[in-house]
Every structure is written in C-alpha cells, then in structure tokens.
C-alpha cells in the first residue's frame, strides 16, 4: 500500500502552522483543550502533547490532562489506502523544533544505554485507527524537519488498514513476536513493527527496536534519536481514543563511535573478495503509475568491502525520480547506484540498504540480475 507523504504535508503546513502551535503551548497543570491544528503544551514539566491534526481540514481536538489526552473530536475522515488525518502524540525530544523541556535528544545511538517506555492506551470499537510509537532518527542531529528513518511501533490497529511497505519478516523483542513491515513514503524510510493483537498497556526496550532497526541495515549507530512519539493514526473516527498514562527515558553512557576526520577524498573501490561475495535483496512496493524500491546489499566474502558500486537494469517503463541512503542515476536502463560517504564500508556478513521511488508505465517487474564492483550478485 502506498501512503501519501505524511512528513512532507507535516513540512509544508508547519511552515505556517507551526508558529502557531508553539505560541499556543504552555504547562498543563488543569486539563486543556486544544483544537489548534498543531497546538501544543507541555505536561509534567518534561513532556510534549501535540494535536497535529496534519492530513485534514476537519475539526480535531484533544483533552490533555497530566498523565496524557484523549481525543474529544475528530471529525476528519480519509480513505483506509491512503494516509490517516493526524497523529495526536505525547512526545520526548525534538519535533519541528518543538523540542520538550530539559532533553537529551538528540542523541547518537551509540551513546544511548537504555531507551524505554511506558504507556497505557484506552481504545474504542467505533472508528479506524492505528496506537503506534514514532521513532525517529536521522544520520544528523536534527531538530527541524523530516528526519530519514521512522520506526513505527503497532501496538494495536482497528479496520483495513496496514503500515507502510510490506511485510519483510519477524522480530522477538521485549518477549513479544512482531511483524516487520519495511517501506518508503516518498519523504523517509519506514520500519514498522505490528503486533499480533491489541496490546492495551506496555513497558517497551526502545533501544531494542533501535538495535534490530540497525541490523537490518537501515540505519547505523552514528545516526542520532531525535524523537521518541506515541498516539494514535485515525483514519475515520477516534472520539475516546486516549493515552491514559506515558514515560519515556533514554539515558546516555553507551560506546560513542572514535572521532576520526572523516576522508577528504573517496576511499578506493575493492572488489567483492572471491566467488560469489555479495548478495542483493531488492524489496518492491508498486501502485497505478509508480513504485519504490528499498535495496540490500550484503558482503558475503571474507574481506571487507571498502566503497561500492551496484549496477543493474531497470525493466521498460520505469524511471527512478528520487533516492536516498545512495547516489543513484540512471541512463536508459541502466541504474548506477553509489555509496555514501557513511555506508561505503562492508564487513564480511555486513550490510548496507539504500532505496528509491520511481515513474512506472505499464505492469510492474523487478531488477533479475546485480553486479557489486563487477562480480555478479546472489539474490537474497
């Protein structure tokens, strides 16, 4: 399925709104009512709760108390294929510079020790919606704007709706077993994690999700957390929904990369060590007239990797438009696809992923053969 551009709506509106919604936040001590498309306030002196009412016109509005909200109104309502109305959220750290009081976010993986939270949800039957953590992290400290990789945490889901991309696998985290879901919106790379059934309170390892998030290789342990978010998607309906109780903490002490200059020139590009040395899985996600693609490559020789280069072809009628996490180009088509200057080094056993959204005319096919720095690539 593919989902509009929540993240860049967000962009575009809050360059308007977003004034708005921090002139309007202050300390909730009683309940508050909010109403404003991103108006905001704070509670307990170290938290965010945010309307972001994003994907709708139609009146949305939220009772904040001290311990969490609930959404009062919600009269929005958006087809069950495309992006939900908003995401009402209490939040830790930095969103659209909003950032809450006293954080240490953002902060670099590697230095994290524990990242956990707390929540309680109360649900009702009435409405479509998702509960979900928002877990944001990019290769830069921000604190302004849309961040490169989303982790999505379904705790639990009402109707025929489903996250972003398609299902990859499954994870064993905090006891519990998840769907894994990996895709692209067209403005970040998205993770998602689906519970099997409702999950009504929980004490969840972020740093967990973070790891597995890592080993997948979307992201690295030099990006940064810059936001820990939790609330719900409606898609049509939510009056009731509520966040009944919410902490969150991450705590530093953790191995901090060596702080070395990074190379003023590209490190040289070695070939994939004997044989068959690398293996390429090419996840797609298509629609009418367009697709995306998410790309991993894996070094399965015995030396390391240092700067890569992947070629292939695209079938007739597909044009890439846009990439990340690579310097991709295309020449009829042939595709060219680059490493950046922090995923150009592949261990033995070691993974880098970068994807792209693209033009599509006529029926969907994949890419049937890779080669990394000449040698032939296995399909994984």
């Known amino acids: 399925m593919k989902r509009p551009l929540r993240a860049l709506a967000a962009a575009a509106l809050l360059a308007t709104g977003s004034i708005v919604a921090v002139a309007l936040g202050g300390t909730a001590s009683a309940d508050t009512q909010i109403c404003e498309q991103y108006g905001s306030t704070t509670i307990q002196g170290r938290y965010v709760v945010q309307n972001n009412r994003w994907g709708t016109t139609a009146q949305q509005c939220i009772n904040v108390t001290d311990s969490g909200f609930e959404i009062t109104t919600q ?43 707390n929540i309680s949800y109360r649900y009702v039957s009435n409405a479509i919606y998702n509960a979900s953590y928002d877990i944001w992290l990019d290769p830069s400290p921000k604190r302004d704007g849309v961040n490169q990789m989303e982790i999505m945490i379904w ?44 999950i009504s309170s929980a004490n969840l390892n972020l740093l967990a999700f973070v790891n597995d998030t890592r080993n997948r290789g979307a992201i690295t342990s030099s990006w940064y957390l810059t936001s820990i978010q939790a609330g719900f998607e409606p898609w049509q309906g939510g009056a009731g929904l509520a966040v009944t109780s919410f902490s969150a903490a991450v705590n530093g002490g953790g191995n901090p990369p060596p702080t070395t200059a990074p190379p003023t020139t590209p490190p040289p590009t070695t070939p994939p060590p004997g044989g068959s040395g690398c293996a390429v899985k090419y996840t797609p996600n298509s629609w009418n007239n367009g697709f995306t693609a998410d790309v991993q490559i894996t070094n399965t020789g015995t030396s390391t990797i240092n700067g890569w280069t992947l070629n292939y072809n695209l079938p007739a009628g597909q044009r890439v438009t846009s990439a990340w996490n690579a310097t991709v180009s295309q020449s009829g088509s042939a595709v060219t696809a680059r490493n950046i200057s922090w995923n150009g080094s592949l261990a033995p056993g070691g993974t880098a992923s970068f994807g792209y959204q693209g033009t599509l005319s006529g029926a969907y096919s994949s890419p049937t053969s890779f080669s990394l720095n000449g040698v032939t690539c296995a399909r994984a």
């Open 75 to 117: 009269n929005g309502s958006s087809p069950t294929n495309g992006a939900p109305t908003a995401y009402p959220s209490i939040f830790l750290g930095c969103h659209y510079t909003n950032c809450s009081p006293g954080t240490n976010l953002p902060i670099q993986v590697s230095q994290i020790s524990s990242a956990t939270s």
């Open 155 to 198: 705790l639990n889901r009402q109707g025929p709706i489903q996250p972003i991309g398609s299902p990859v696998g499954t994870a064993t985290i905090d006891g519990r077993s998840w769907e894994v879901w990996r895709g692209n919106n067209g403005g970040n790379n998205v993770i998602s994690y689906l519970a099997p059934s409702a």
